[in-house]
């Protein structure tokens, strides 16, 4: 692999498509939300191949691998190949139980009514 350039986070982060813009990249780093290779970092620190990248994006954090620097944004399958994702599958949902909604001006629930919602309800 031929030695590449470092290039700053935030212009990385915005070519590798993880942010609409630049300014929220670098938006993300000031808060915190960037760590590169287990430490927080500003929008300026430098990336190379090989970096490990956590980003957090709407609560949820994507882990990746910098295969290429670049710094200006270029093609969806380009800037696939410049990080590889190593983001874990999240975790399956569980199953929300019915809910259960009586009509209007039905009244109080009857004895046998309320047992069949609680069943239902799984308690």
């Known amino acids: ?6 290039v700053r986070i935030d212009a990385w982060l915005w070519a ?4 609409k ?15 590169v ?6 929008a300026a620190q430098p990336v190379r191949p090989g970096d490990e990248v956590r ?4 609560g949820f954090d994507q882990q990746l691998v910098v295969r290429r620097t670049i710094a200006k944004r270029v093609s969806a399958t380009l800037a696939a190949e410049a990080a590889e994702d190593r983001t874990p599958a999240p975790p399956p ?23 069949d919602i609680e069943r239902l309800r799984g308690r």
């Open 1 to 6: 692999m031929e030695e590449q350039a470092p």
């Open 37 to 42: 290779n287990g430490e927080r970092v500003k």
């Open 55 to 58: 980003v957090r994006i709407s």
């Open 16 to 19: 590798v498509r993880r942010f």
């Open 93 to 115: 949902r569980e199953e929300v139980a019915a809910v259960v909604v009586r009509d209007r001006g039905a009244g109080r629930p009857t004895k046998r009514e309320r047992r």
């Open 21 to 35: 813009t630049r300014s929220a990249a670098t938006a993300a780093c000031r808060a915190g939300h960037v760590r």
